[in-house]
């Protein structure tokens, strides 16, 4: 368990600290540590807030509205998009290009982001999964793991679409 909240935590403050500067970063690193720490002992109240049904990521809209992405940064999810589009009509499954392909993207992601509050806070809750699942896909050893996690992917994209534009 401490191994998991230490990867997590590792995850979380080198994402923030590829998005903004220094000092904000260290502020929500801390501030990310105490939500989670919060969160484990006390339930939040629902809220009157309408969303999808499928809410994987625990992602919040604002009057069902989706979360604006920077255009610098939609083109590399639409290029994975795309790219999954493609990968998915082959016969032949090769998982171990397609997670690079996808790992290629999520760098170029993350470089180009820009996006502050809110927005960006949400896009956080998807995308550092995505990228926990892309990482699974590539180090899978399994056949049957592969199909599935891919699967997995394929759903988390979808979820995206959901709540972001």
């Not at 290009?97 to 996006?115: D, N, V």
Request: charged share 30%; glycine share 2%.
């Amino acid at each position: 368990m401490k191994i998991q909240k230490i990867i997590a935590f590792a995850a979380i403050a080198a994402f923030l600290f590829s998005c903004n500067s220094a000092e904000e970063n260290q502020e929500k690193v801390l501030e990310t540590t105490s939500t989670t720490e919060v969160s484990e002992t006390v339930e939040e109240p629902e809220t009157s807030r309408a969303e999808p049904t499928r809410n994987s990521y625990d992602i919040e809209l604002i009057d069902n509205k989706k979360w604006k992405v920077n255009e610098e940064m939609m083109i590399h999810i639409r290029n994975m998009e795309a790219d999954m589009l493609t990968y998915s009509a082959q016969a032949e499954k090769d998982y171990l290009p397609i997670a690079k392909t996808l790992k290629a993207h999520i760098g170029k992601l993350t470089k180009s982001c820009t996006m502050k509050g809110q927005a960006h806070d949400e896009l956080h809750k998807w995308l550092l999964p995505f990228i926990d699942l892309v990482n699974d896909l590539r180090d899978a050893e399994e056949e049957d793991d592969h199909a599935a996690m891919y699967v997995e992917i394929e759903a988390s994209m979808e979820e995206f679409n959901m709540y972001f534009e």
